[in-house]
């Protein structure tokens, strides 16, 4: 017992023992703090990167500007819900890129929008065609603010105060914003006339 | 019908925001007005439609040496200049070993007397850094089962649960006190929940419970000579409900 634990655990000799031996300095832990509790989110980060943005490549580049910028900020980190603290610098991100981008290229954001964002090789049309990418163009094609919502909620679970803090709007709003998101959804998702059918059905 | 509550509220009940008073009333409205109710229905249905972690976009498998590598550039420790990766698992190899080692300084504080909790954390934590949850992924468990015939001297039980909301993910070996044992790798939603399985220890103790350390729920119990203990970020009853549905599902194979 005593054996397999020094083996697990090869970095407690530092801590337990006399701080000046310790072989790494504070920012060393800071920064090991930062991973332990950061990157486990990356799917997290990319996959909300990757709705806003609608591009791969931009999701990939916001993500890794987001952790560059984490780290720099992670002074400023209290200790609570790091995926919605690291989610909120990814949207940052996000925005940034959408105005690097710059007035000139926005006239192309209409056809990116149309989901048109993947080379078309074969693979990819015939990815599309299965349920999971006819799902994801659909929450796509939603308007910005109600897919944010939308993503932020139903694929990544977080609760509305996180979402608030995320991006920077009152509760209410994020309420209503879901609503509205949903309401789309189920309009182009689940069979129309469902309510009308059951009041006609004796 | 005249006097439905705002429809926002229907939201706030399905995504578990309201508080008790405003969900009792809601409730009692749902159970007399058809509409709200139909309106109810279709939301729970979209969201069953959404649910599930496969509407996420998964990483391209370089991003996370990427990342890496500009963290260890702006003075986050490097913690190994890497070669190329060879295969996608080992990129998170380095990194599961400092994770490793991290999980162990966070939870360092109580390891005289609950050596055995932290480290079955540490291993749960690995498991997730290291993107090396599965040695065989498969929701199938007669493929899982079978792997571990010749790879450990017990044959862990390894029944579907995915009726009872944790679909069976994979499974791998992990260390646990010096040992090899089984791990088999359940979902909860978006959580992963680590089973380790191992044969019971001489004198073990047959009493069942679950704890909370370091923000993660353990289980644990004990059955025909094994010993389980499941790991997760989940809440403690999840991981109650786990232990309920696996040992009912054992019972009755």
């Known amino acids: 017992m005593r054996e397999s634990r020094r083996f697990f655990r090869p970095r407690l000799a530092f801590r337990a023992g006399s701080p000046g031996r310790a072989p790494a300095t504070a920012a060393d832990v800071e920064a090991d703090r930062f991973r332990l509790l950061m990157l486990p989110h990356m799917e997290a980060a990319y996959s909300l990167a990757r709705y806003l943005a609608r591009d791969g490549a931009a999701a990939e580049d916001i993500v890794q500007n987001a952790y560059l910028q984490a780290l720099r900020g992670f002074a400023g980190f209290r200790g609570e819900a790091p995926k919605a603290w690291l989610l909120a610098i990814v949207r940052n991100c996000f925005l940034d890129w959408t105005r690097a981008r710059g007035a000139g290229e926005q006239a192309g954001d209409a056809d990116e929008a149309d989901g048109g964002v993947e080379e078309d090789t074969p693979e990819a049309i015939l990815a599309r065609k299965n349920e999971i990418e006819s799902l994801r163009g659909t929450i796509e094609d939603l308007p910005e603010p109600f897919r944010e919502a939308i993503v932020l909620r139903e694929l990544e679970e977080l609760s509305y105060k996180e979402i608030a803090m995320i991006t920077g709007v009152p509760i209410g709003t994020i309420m209503s914003r879901l609503a509205r998101g949903r309401r789309m959804l189920c309009d182009l998702l689940l069979p129309a006339g469902d309510a009308e059918r059951r009041k006609a059905a004796p | ?253």
């Open chain 2, 1 to 253: 019908m005249t006097d439905c509550p705002d429809p926002l509220l229907l939201h706030g009940l399905v995504d578990g925001e309201l508080d008790a008073a405003n969900a009792v009333a809601l409730e009692a409205h749902l159970r007399t007005c058809t509409g709200c109710a139909e309106e109810l229905g279709r939301i729970e249905a979209l969201r069953a439609r959404l649910a599930g972690p496969a509407l996420r976009h998964r990483p391209p498998p370089g991003l996370a040496g990427r990342i890496e590598r500009a963290l260890a550039d702006v003075g986050g420790r490097p913690v190994r200049r890497a070669a190329p990766p060879r295969a996608p698992w080992f990129a998170g190899g380095a990194l599961g070993a400092v994770a490793a080692a991290l999980a162990l300084l966070v939870a360092a504080p109580q390891l005289t007397s609950t050596g055995l909790e932290d480290e079955l954390v540490a291993d749960h934590v690995r498991s997730l850094l290291a993107a090396h949850v599965v040695d065989v992924a498969t929701s199938d468990r007669h493929v899982v089962k079978p792997w571990f015939n010749g790879r450990i001297d017990f044959a862990p039980p390894v029944p579907e649960l995915a009726a009872q909301g944790f679909p069976l993910v994979g499974g791998r070996l992990d260390y646990l006190d010096g040992k090899v044992v089984a791990a088999i790798v359940y979902k909860r939603r978006l959580h992963t929940l680590n089973l380790f399985v191992r044969p019971a220890p001489a004198l073990a103790s047959p009493v069942a419970f679950t704890a909370r350390r370091q923000g993660y729920s353990l289980a644990r119990w004990t059955g025909a000579g094994l010993e389980y203990w499941a790991v997760s970020d989940v809440a403690s009853e999840d991981l109650a409900a786990f232990r309920k549905a696996f040992t009912e599902a054992v019972r009755q194979p």
